[in-house]
């Protein structure tokens, strides 16, 4: 088992930046790859970024890759999605996910083993 933590959520104003974290805790060595993704009220979970475990990888979702950067303390088990510029779309909940495989498609949610329970992020106009 994979015990995920999202942490860091909150109301910030647009234009502002935030950085969420994600504490990783049990069978870290069964970890090939991490993940965010949010959902918005009313919305399919979409794909924001991953990374490998190890590093060295990550990639972005198109609609926000200018914006958010994808980083990992690695002495913490910890995941970090710092994103600037923040708009009201971006109003979501913000999830972390694990996954045992890395492959190169693996953008939908489906494809992860392990969530962790969200945090919310409200960006006000």
């Known amino acids: 088992q994979v015990q995920l933590v999202e942490s860091g959520g909150g109301l910030v104003q647009a234009g502002d930046s935030l950085r969420l974290s994600c504490a990783v805790s049990g069978r870290t060595f069964s970890i090939a790859g991490m993940a965010w993704f949010r959902q918005a009220p009313g919305k399919e979970r979409e794909f924001v970024g991953r990374i490998k475990w190890n590093g060295g990888t990550i990639y972005y979702a198109d609609s926000v890759k200018s914006r958010v950067t994808i980083s990992r303390d690695s002495a913490k088990n910890t995941v970090y999605l710092q994103m600037s510029s923040l708009k009201p779309e971006d109003t979501a909940v913000y999830y972390c996910?694990?996954?045992?495989?890395?492959?190169?498609?693996?953008?939908?949610?489906?494809?992860?083993?392990?969530w962790g329970q969200g945090t919310q992020v409200t960006v006000s106009s």
């Open positions: 996910a694990s996954v045992g495989r890395w492959r190169e498609y693996y953008f939908q949610p489906g494809q992860y083993d392990y």
